[in-house]
């Protein structure tokens, strides 16, 4: 494949789990790289081909998603945090872990269960989805709505995707064919409440890994680290590095990429 990249297909926790990866200096630990919800490795693939000239990168493909296995149930941060802990043992002493929305959670989980804590190095979350009491109704309903949206034909899809001045024809059939390539179960586990709340104070009270959260624009719709949920990760885990992200959203690699590269690349090194 083009610039050396390869798939492989690494263990999960009673899964197997498929990745991507970009080939890179070996003297600084791999970058695992985990994805939003009904996405896939194909996210951050320009941003991997960037990091890749510092260190090894491996996109991975939660379960339920992409080229990993689809089992009926197990759809909860837990479960997909157990199947990266398990693959990320696979690859050395210590790895650096960046994760955005669904992978943002999935990769907090992962650092606070660390075994030891040392594996995870160092950890970014783009945009994580701190979820309080009153914000799971409608995470649910919306849920349910891309539920169905899955379901329809992929011209329905992409047509009934926001449109944004950010967003490629290209980009925007990409995630199309993700949404629809969604395992039932990962859209089932947020809509029947099998993803149950978040206990974030106490999650993250256990992150000991040296961590940067970028969150995009309060004033732009869609962004979620915002407001009380803002506050709940501050008040977690005061010692992390936050940034925000003028004029950006949801997909700060997309909306302001030189700076998302800038931050990433000097927190990381």
Not at 110 to 127: I, T
Not at 144 to 150: D, P, Q
Request: glycine share 10%; hydrophobic share 45%.
């Amino acid at each position: 494949m083009a610039d050396g990249i390869r798939h492989v297909h690494l263990p999960g926790a009673g899964v197997r789990l498929h990745a991507v990866r970009w080939p890179g200096p070996d003297d600084r630990p791999p970058l695992v790289v985990l994805h939003g919800i009904w996405e896939s490795w194909r996210t951050f693939a320009d941003s991997a081909h960037r990091w890749s000239a510092d260190r090894p990168v491996y996109c991975v493909d939660l379960r339920g998603h992409g080229g990993s296995d689809r089992p009926p149930t197990g759809y909860r941060f837990v479960d997909y945090a157990a199947d990266v802990r398990a693959a990320v043992g696979t690859l050395g002493a210590e790895v650096d872990l960046l994760g955005h929305s669904l992978g943002a959670a999935v990769a907090l989980h992962v650092a606070a269960g660390a075994v030891p804590p040392a594996r995870v190095r160092r950890l970014v979350v783009v945009e994580p989805p701190v979820l309080l009491p009153d914000d799971w109704p409608p995470v649910r309903a919306d849920m349910a709505r891309s539920w169905r949206l899955a379901r329809r034909p992929l011209d329905e899809i992409v047509a009934a995707l926001p449109a944004t001045d950010t967003r490629t024809p290209a980009w925007r059939r990409m995630i199309a064919e993700a949404l629809a390539d969604t395992a039932d179960g990962v859209f089932r586990a947020m809509v029947d409440g099998e993803q149950g709340e978040v206990d974030w104070a106490g999650l993250l009270r256990r992150v000991a890994a040296p961590t940067l959260a970028i969150a995009g624009d309060p004033d732009v719709p869609g962004t979620l680290l915002t407001g009380d949920r803002m506050a709940a990760f501050g008040a977690g885990l005061p010692q992390a590095r936050v940034a925000v992200i003028p004029g950006a959203g949801h997909h700060i690699e997309l909306d302001s990429p030189a700076c998302f590269h800038t931050l990433t690349k000097e927190f990381l090194t």
